[in-house]
């Protein structure tokens, strides 16, 4: 399976309009990451939405700020999950004006995949 990769949710709503009526099961996989890193108790906000057509897998990964990793939120983390409630709120929109469903998780792409490894 190949991977159509993309960084912004505009481009992957495009992609999308363009996969109309192809798009597996109809069911996209929306959902937020928190990654943490090995040097700061920082976590990285991701915004993760995926979906399988025509045995491609065509996936969103927007990367949206560094979160303290506090107990409380900070200005600037507020600030960057705003922004991920908006991309999310602009892919959801636009799976229902696809009729769409939308669901959580992240589909991968097979990573024993003869293909990928030729790559």
Known sequence: MYTVNFQYENEFAQEMQLDKGKIDRGIVRLTYLQETTKRSPLRLLYLVCTYTVNDQLVKLRRYFGELSGMDQETTRDSAIIQDGMIAYNLIKAK?????????????????????????
């Open 95 to 119: 799976c229902m004006e696809l009729d769409l469903e939308v669901r959580s998780g992240i589909l991968a792409a097979d990573s024993s995949s003869d293909e990928e490894e030729d790559l």
